[in-house]
């Protein structure tokens, strides 16, 4: 009877290896693209030898697995150790773990200047599929936040409860001949103010990503920068970054379910805050939208 075990079994025992380990992992503190070893790293590599003795140990039979468990273990040390952290995973859409600081003439005590952005110095305009069921102008009058998570520490905060939001979502910029609904974001445009009283509140997004996650679902992905600055003397009060992960899904009476995460980071791109909140939106006229039918 061969003494040794299939691939498979193989790579069952290595994982039987990793399994303890892995779980006492944590996302390296190092800067992305930084090139220094982690924790992480140094585990993970004393973790490969292992259980490549382990599975090597079984033979010839063992080297489909061998090949498999190397390779994924190698894949797991870059994406943790230099800042490849995976935005999208097989059942959904994550936050990413870090982002990247301000720059240093746009933190508090500066005298705030809105950074010039010319259609060379950005990436082009991006365009993205709309489903049917979410073509439309959706208004939100209220939310509900119901969760509230200190980072990186994990505590447990009381959340806002039900709170006024007064937003309309438009999504379509125009419907090709085709019949196909899409989306463009200009990152030269995606800009704004909020007048906070004795400040205001300057945002630039990034990124934005509408990704279709099912029939009936979508999600849209933004990050963006907010800058708090005195009206008194134009100085830069605070900064911080988000991240927002809204899902959206079409209700049975025509309404819109929102449920939105959004994990906040502060001027270094290091996560400080973590909330989730859902709300219900209503289809405002009219009913065929977007009124346009040509390209852009």
């Keep these: 009877m061969d003494g040794g075990v ?5 790579v069952d025992e290595g994982e039987a290896i990793a399994a303890g380990t892995l779980t006492r992992m944590t996302p390296c503190s ?13 585990l993970l ?5 292992r259980g490549l003795t382990v599975v090597s140990k079984r033979g010839q039979s063992a080297a489909p ?6 390779a994924t273990l190698v894949v797991i040390v870059i994406a943790r150790c ?7 995973l097989s059942g959904g859409v994550v936050h990413s773990e870090v982002l990247d600081p301000v720059p240093s003439t746009q933190r508090p005590g500066r005298v705030f200047r809105p950074v010039s952005v010319s259609p060379g110095s ?6 993205f599929k709309v489903p049917d069921w979410l073509a439309g102008i959706w208004q939100r009058s209220e939310a509900r936040e119901v969760s509230r998570i200190e980072l990186p520490s994990g505590r447990v905060l009381k959340p806002v409860g039900r709170a006024v939001a007064r937003v309309n979502d438009a999504f379509g910029t125009y419907r090709d001949k085709n019949g196909q609904v899409w989306q463009i974001f200009d990152p030269v445009r995606a800009h704004g103010q909020v007048d906070r009283g004795a400040a205001i509140d300057y945002h630039r997004v990034h990124t934005y990503d509408l990704i279709i996650t099912g029939p009936k679902s979508a999600v849209v992905e933004v990050q963006a920068t907010h800058t708090l600055v005195s009206k008194s003397n134009h100085k830069i009060l605070n900064v911080y970054q988000d991240e927002e992960l809204n899902k959206y899904s079409p209700l049975p009476d025509g309404r819109l379910a929102t449920d939105s995460s959004v994990k906040v980071f502060d001027m270094d791109g290091k996560p400080i805050l973590l909330t989730r909140t859902v709300s ?4 405002l006229p009219p009913k065929t939208w977007p009124l346009r039918t040509v390209g852009p």
């Design 6 to 10: 299939s691939g498979e079994r193989a």
């Design 122 to 127: 950005m990436k082009s305009a991006r365009r």
């Design 30 to 42: 190092n800067k992305p693209g930084s090139g220094k070893p982690c924790p992480s790293a140094i």
């Design 65 to 70: 697995a061998l090949v498999l468990f190397a």
């Design 82 to 88: 230099y800042g490849a952290t995976p935005t999208r």
């Design 45 to 49: 590599v004393q973790l490969l030898f």
């Design 280 to 283: 219900n939106q209503v289809r």
